[in-house]
């Protein structure tokens, strides 16, 4: 983090904002007017040479480095502003003035304006999120604007966290479906992201990794490309943007990358983005942007930040009911229940994991049955497997005060398949022909016992 400049117009002023109280990193600044030679505010220093580029220039300003324009007069704005420019072209700016109109404002690619005399320190702290966010759109257009078609690649059958991301990064970007199209090496085959798409009249193309050729920009959303496999192709090794919250995977370059794995949802950090922006959100996107958070936080209440409850609580005075009620109910094939409902009557809890083996379905009911599992008594680890496409695929949860999910699941396919996750819930892959031979059958009891065995020693790991 750098630092925060603060420039303050006059003594008065200094005096206010050194009684809203000093920030980490910031270096308060005074700008003398002219019968103030003597009245140096307490923890503040003069600027010499005033709003020259020199006085700017002795700040010695750094990459990083954020500045405030505390002033009542656009002049001093404008003239600071100018001078910041000359000598730190890509610092962002925040004036704060409770009398500068936005028409009064300079031309600067990222300034924010806001109130002074209104706000209290963690308002000003926001705003500096603002700012920071801000400074990242600012990059990520400037980045991707000389592109003629970016794609947005989602994870395969892309979950509602990825889709609403996707969405609201080609919004930010000023483009349609024409000049950045959603791709996704994997069908939609959830109901509920089925019925997302659907209900946001969006499009999702399939696409093999030597089309991604097709596209001059890159940018992928809620997933990093090393998910695809340790061998990824060479179209993914070096990206434009990767904007995630899952924990941060090596192997790839990026020339924009914004990861924060504090975060519950991909969908908290481009609503975030889409603020800063001042960009109107509007009912469709607020739904999807909620319904993404929702699923990835489990309502708010698995893995989540307080960023995450900001941007549902800014979202849901924007959002529109009726779509997201469509979403919410997706429904569960009859089959895929019947199978649930064999495979719980086989099914035990033992030391704290329920393993249910629901055999030959349809891959949407795994996830599914898996967050029905977690709710038996004594569970605190559920696994729901079932045969896919010559595939054992299991989806993993648990009660989120025990060891990560991903963590456990890339140590059961180690050797095997793929897997990973969050702290909370994670899915994995095992070729059957993988399986068997290393554990012999493939029927429903020896998976079981072999997932059980497997997963209690992953779990009890490091313990």
């Known amino acids: 983090m750098g630092r925060r400049i603060i420039l303050c117009d006059g003594a008065e002023l200094a005096r206010l904002w050194g009684r809203i109280g000093t920030g980490e990193q910031e270096e308060l600044i005074w700008v003398p ?123 395969p059958d892309p979950d509602p966290d990825g889709i609403a991301s996707g969405l609201a990064l080609r919004a930010l970007l000023g483009r349609k479906r024409s000049t950045a199209p959603f791709v996704s090496f994997g069908e939609i085959e959830r109901p509920e992201n089925r019925a997302l798409v659907e209900a946001l009249a969006i499009q999702v193309r399939t696409v093999t990794p030597d089309e991604l050729d097709e596209f001059d920009g890159l940018a992928l959303v809620d997933v990093q490309p090393t998910v695809f496999g340790e061998e990824i192709p060479a179209r993914l090794r070096s990206v434009d943007v990767v904007i995630d919250h899952h924990p941060e995977r090596a192997g790839y370059d990026a020339v924009m990358r914004d990861i924060r794995t504090g975060y519950g949802a991909t969908s908290t950090i481009l609503t975030e983005y889409l603020r800063a922006a001042e960009l109107e959100i509007g009912p469709k996107l607020a739904a999807g942007l909620i319904y993404g958070i929702k699923s990835d936080t489990q309502v708010l209440g698995r893995e989540t930040s307080a960023h995450d409850v900001n941007a549902f609580a800014y979202l849901h005075a924007r959002h529109s009911p009726a779509l997201l009620r469509r979403v919410e109910r997706p429904a569960v094939p ?22 249910v083996v629901l055999g030959r379905v349809r891959e949407d009911v795994i996830p599914q049955a898996a967050d029905f599992a977690l709710q038996a008594e004594g569970a605190e680890w559920a696994v729901a497997v079932g045969l896919v496409n010559g595939s054992l695929v299991f989806s993993v949860r648990n009660v989120g005060y025990v060891r990560a999910a991903g963590d456990v699941v890339r140590a059961v396919v180690e050797g095997l398949g793929v897997g990973g996750g969050h702290r909370s819930m994670a899915k994995g892959i095992i070729p ?29 790991r490091d313990e």
Do not use: M
């Not at 020199?54 to 700040?59: A, N, Q």
């Not at 920071?132 to 994870?155: F, H, K, T």
């Not at 009891?445 to 992953?458: C, D, H, M, S």
């Open 33 to 155: 007017r002219e019968d103030e030679a003597r009245a140096r505010p307490r923890g503040f220093r003069a600027l010499h040479g005033r709003l020259s580029g020199e006085g700017i220039e002795k700040l010695d300003p750094k990459e990083g480095d954020e500045f405030a324009l505390v002033s009542e007069e656009p002049g001093f704005v404008r003239t600071a502003a100018k001078a910041i420019g000359k000598i730190a072209p890509a610092a962002p700016v925040l004036v704060l003035s409770d009398r500068i109109e936005p028409d009064d404002l300079p031309l600067h690619p990222c300034l924010r304006r806001t109130g002074l005399r209104t706000q209290i320190r963690d308002d000003i702290d926001e705003e500096f999120s603002h700012l920071g966010n801000l400074s990242r759109v600012v990059a990520l257009r400037n980045l991707l604007a000389p592109r003629e078609r970016v794609a947005i690649l989602l994870q």
């Open 334 to 355: 009859l089959d895929g229940l019947k199978a649930l409902g064999r495979a719980l009557v086989r099914s035990r809890v033992q030391h704290g994991l329920h393993v």
């Open 432 to 460: 059957l022909k993988a399986f068997r031979e290393v554990y012999g059958s493939a029927g429903h009891e020896p998976v079981r016992e072999a997932l059980e065995k497997a997963f209690a020693k992953a779990i009890r």
